[in-house]
């Protein structure tokens, strides 16, 4: 990914790359700044497959944070700053971080870890002694590029383990949306959502303008000044998010060419008043678990739907990914019948990190490919196929659910209740309040 990024500055190292309210970072610049940080994190030890965790607010040092993990050999833990105190700590002992880039204001919010601690704040005038120039590079296309956590069933967390290899694919020989150097992006997700390994690196590593939403919880009015004002062509909004929106002030979308939406299902209604007063934008829905690098499927909704539409698909599988509807045999189910979604390709996640009985439950062995490496991961998501060839979502086979987007599995929460010592046994419902 980095030397994608590299490449990129040298075509068009004056160009903006990031954009925050005032402030502007080109690329030649956030390439120099994060090979500073580089050289500095070599020093520190950090080398391919060492994890650096990275607990920060959206600003433009936590792109260059970011980038300088990956420059130096790393791999990056985007840890949300507003996560519990509890599940940074797990996660940091999890992971074992020996460095961690962060803020001088959450020193004090973070559990005590012994992770070497480097605040890319008030600690940047030593890391701006170190050398500007770009780093010899000691990755592979399969060596990790970041471990995102995930909510774990049992009540911890699970790390996806992603490659190098599963973002270039994300953004690369992509149909689903154009992603060139005439772009705006805006990113808005959270970093420890991988809705921002799209935002980011569907940027960057294309020579577009990356504009880093200000604010950390957006509002349908929020988002329509900033995407006014940077005059954004491309934006990712959760579901909920894109619902809210288009209940409250759709006209904060207008003037985005494209607009990507998803994280659970979309709700008909909502896409058919957008489509109405939007009639330049095109929307997408797109699908797919953290373990299979943001997309697995999208689908470009046609600017006509049906009077009797009553869900919205998710599509086909983006390049270089296979999806298959299976029954519990594990065999191809005929189109019509629900079936259970697998994934391969190679956005594929490695497996999670240190969970090897879960890996080896979800990542199931390829029974329709000649490659004994080859693996599909097995969504708990129930599909079908439409006569056109599209997929149609239609819920989970287990407890897991979605809110505004997020994964939450609720035997965790139950996880949790049933440690109380007056709790005998705990069930956890999503209720639904139409």
Not at 53 to 65: A, E, H, I, P, Q
Not at 81 to 102: H, I, N
Not at 298 to 313: A, F, G, M, T, Y
């Amino acid at each position: 990914v980095h030397q994608l990024f590299e490449d990129q500055v040298e075509r068009t190292p004056e160009a903006a790359a990031l954009i925050l309210e005032e402030q502007q970072m080109t690329y030649r610049e956030l390439n120099a700044q994060a090979n500073q940080l580089a050289h500095h994190l070599r020093r520190s030890g950090v080398g391919p497959e060492v994890l650096v965790g990275l607990c920060m607010d959206r600003s433009l040092k936590m792109v260059v944070g970011l980038l300088g993990i990956l420059k130096a050999g790393g791999a990056y833990v985007p840890m949300d700053p507003a996560y519990p105190k509890e599940r940074l700590a797990f996660m940091l002992e999890d992971t074992q971080a020996s460095v961690l880039l962060t803020q001088e204001h959450y020193i004090d919010l973070l559990p005590a870890q012994s992770a070497h601690v480097i605040c890319l704040d008030t600690g940047w005038e030593a890391i701006a002694q170190e050398s500007s120039e770009n780093l010899d590079n000691r990755t592979n296309i399969d060596n990790l590029a970041y471990v995102m956590y995930t909510s774990g069933s049992t009540g911890k967390p699970k790390g996806a383990e992603i490659r190098h290899r599963s973002i270039n694919r994300l953004v690369f020989g992509v149909d689903y949306a154009r992603l060139d150097e005439t772009r705006v992006m805006l990113h808005m997700a959270p970093i420890s959502f991988d809705a921002a390994t799209l935002e980011v690196w569907g940027a960057l590593l294309h020579g577009a303008r990356c504009v880093l939403f200000p604010e950390r919880i957006p509002t349908p009015k929020s988002i329509g000044t900033v995407v006014h004002k940077h005059k954004v062509t491309t934006a990712w909004l959760t579901a909920s998010l894109f619902n809210a929106v288009i209940d409250e002030a759709p006209e904060s979308l207008r003037g985005i060419e494209q607009v990507m939406t998803g994280g659970e299902a979309l709700s008909v209604m909502h896409i058919r008043r957008a489509l109405e007063v939007l009639p330049t934008t095109q929307f997408i829905n797109g699908y797919g678990p953290t373990e299979s690098t943001t997309f697995t499927c999208c689908n470009p909704i046609p600017r006509q739907l049906s009077e009797n539409v009553r869900s919205i698909p998710i599509g086909h599988p983006i390049g270089n990914t296979q999806v298959y509807v299976l029954d519990r045999h594990m065999q191809p189910v005929p189109v019509g019948i629900a079936g259970e979604l697998y994934i391969g390709g190679d956005g594929l996640a490695r497996g999670y990190f240190k969970r090897p009985e879960l890996t080896n439950e979800r990542f199931v062995a390829h029974p329709f490919s000649n490659d004994p490496d080859a693996r599909l991961y097995k969504t708990g998501d129930l599909v079908r196929y439409l006569p056109n060839g599209k997929i149609d979502f239609l819920g989970r086979l287990d407890s897991q659910v979605k809110l505004r987007g997020f994964r939450i599995e609720l035997g965790e929460i139950e996880a949790i209740l049933s440690k109380h010592p007056t709790v005998r046994e705990a069930l956890v419902l999503a209720q639904t309040n139409e």
